[in-house]
DNA sequence: CAAGTCATGTAACGCGTTACATGATTGG
DNA sequence: CCAATCATGTAACGCGTTACATGACTTG
């Protein structure tokens, strides 16, 4: 049901096509969420037909159909409703910190080779997270432009508050698992080497 | 499909029936990886006409039937298999930060509110593995005693080590959304103080 | 003898993923 | 004119959740 409120919170922006959110949830929105085409496209069906979103058909030249969503009173009601009400907390679950906790049953590249990919994959969802938060604390976020634009001036600083601060969040835990994947290779190495004594030579050093 | 690893996993320490594994799932190793009953035991079954288990019949004194469920050889060729296998990254889908980001649409009070639970919520599973991380380094974690005294004492390190890798990866991103909250209710803070400007007084004041 | 917990499941449902399908328009 | 991108979906499947169902054994 989620899918449904990040649709919502996009089109209180401003409105804006099918395509165009999916290309959205496909790039900056989708570092927060991701949604495919297959998902969005039936439910903003479901939510029009629930009178959260108005379409308007956009027959440009052609007769090309393109429907652009804008979202109704209903939705913004909804949506208020939404961000009034707490969620719930379900317990984490989360395979890489199961399969951390099973690393000896792995070869030991193997074990390292996971763990290099763990720290890559963050590190880039830091880089993009960072990006994004800058893009919001200097405004060129277009979403975030369009919605300033929407709305009065006394409430932009909150508005770049909040979003800048959700960013944030994703940043610190990108650098909090980064960092763990740094401790786990330093693990593995102090491990192989216990086993291996003084064994060879560190091939490789990590900045 | 990581149920299926997560019960492996379990059963490499030891043989269990499926009551004893959904008990854990609900208290020590729910912390990493939670499963309702009704999963586990046709998961269980499945597993087992995969070969990957093999079950026996425990009929203690009357005719209550109990299964009791040992890992195969074909089993731990899976297990190891998987623990050799690099998992997928998939892009995070966090509906606590979305919410944050849309934080200026709730009632202040609500706002408050929700990052008090997430505050409280994540201060308990920090607790939970606190506690859980010292009866991996100090032995005590019934499992992983089970574990230890079916394995050659010179992987023990390695085998704690592991252990105490993975909670201490939970550990420092439960700390890191603890600090985020108490950002998060800074920022509310200091957003309201300039709405309202002096105000009044602070009637709660965090540790 | 009643309440709790031991012990094992089935059924229905929903969200999300992957794969598949189609056709129009635009730019090189 | 061909490839990329615009634009919109359908279908099948799987994992996980919630609710429901049952009965035996144990402890106070």
């Given at each position: 049901?989620?899918?449904?409120?990040?649709?919502?919170?996009l089109?209180?922006?401003?409105?804006?096509?099918?395509?165009?959110?999916?290309?959205?949830?496909?790039?900056?929105?989708?570092?927060?969420?991701h949604?495919?085409?297959?998902?969005?496209?039936?439910?903003?069906?479901?939510m029009?037909?629930?009178?959260?979103?108005?379409?308007?058909?956009?027959?440009?030249?052609?007769?090309?159909?393109?429907?652009?969503?804008?979202?109704?009173d209903?939705?913004?009601?909804?949506?208020?409703?939404?961000?009034?009400?707490?969620?719930?907390?379900?317990?984490?679950?989360?395979?890489?910190?199961?399969?951390?906790?099973?690393?000896?049953?792995?070869?030991p590249?193997?074990?390292?080779?996971?763990?290099?990919?763990?720290?890559t994959?963050?590190?880039?969802?830091?880089?993009?997270?960072?990006?994004?938060?800058?893009g919001v604390?200097?405004?060129?976020?277009?979403?975030?432009?369009?919605?300033?634009?929407?709305?009065p001036?006394?409430?932009?600083?909150?508005?770049?508050?909040f979003?800048?601060?959700?960013?944030?969040?994703?940043?610190?835990?990108?650098?909090?698992?980064?960092?763990?994947?740094?401790?786990?290779?330093?693990?593995?190495?102090?491990?192989?080497?216990?086993?291996?004594?003084?064994?060879?030579?560190?091939?490789?050093?990590?900045?």
């Open positions: 049901m989620s899918l449904r409120y990040a649709l919502l919170a089109l209180t922006a401003r409105p804006l096509t099918a395509y165009d959110m999916a290309k959205q949830f496909s790039a900056s929105v989708g570092h927060v969420w949604a495919p085409d297959s998902q969005i496209y039936p439910e903003l069906r479901r029009e037909s629930d009178g959260l979103v108005e379409a308007r058909e956009l027959t440009s030249g052609g007769r090309r159909t393109k429907r652009e969503y804008r979202i109704t209903d939705g913004l009601v909804e949506f208020r409703a939404w961000a009034d009400t707490p969620l719930d907390y379900q317990r984490e679950r989360d395979v890489h910190h199961l399969k951390a906790a099973y690393l000896e049953w792995a070869d590249a193997a074990a390292r080779e996971q763990l290099q990919r763990h720290l994959f963050h590190s880039e969802q830091l880089q993009q997270w960072l990006a994004q938060r800058d604390l200097d405004r060129s976020n277009p979403t975030l432009a369009a919605r300033l634009e929407n709305s001036a006394e409430e932009h600083e909150r508005v770049v508050a979003k800048a601060f959700a960013y944030e969040g994703l940043i610190e835990r990108a650098r909090t698992e980064v960092a763990w994947a740094r401790r786990g290779i330093d693990l593995l190495d102090r491990l192989s080497g216990t086993a291996a004594e003084a064994g060879g030579d560190v091939e490789e050093r990590r900045a």
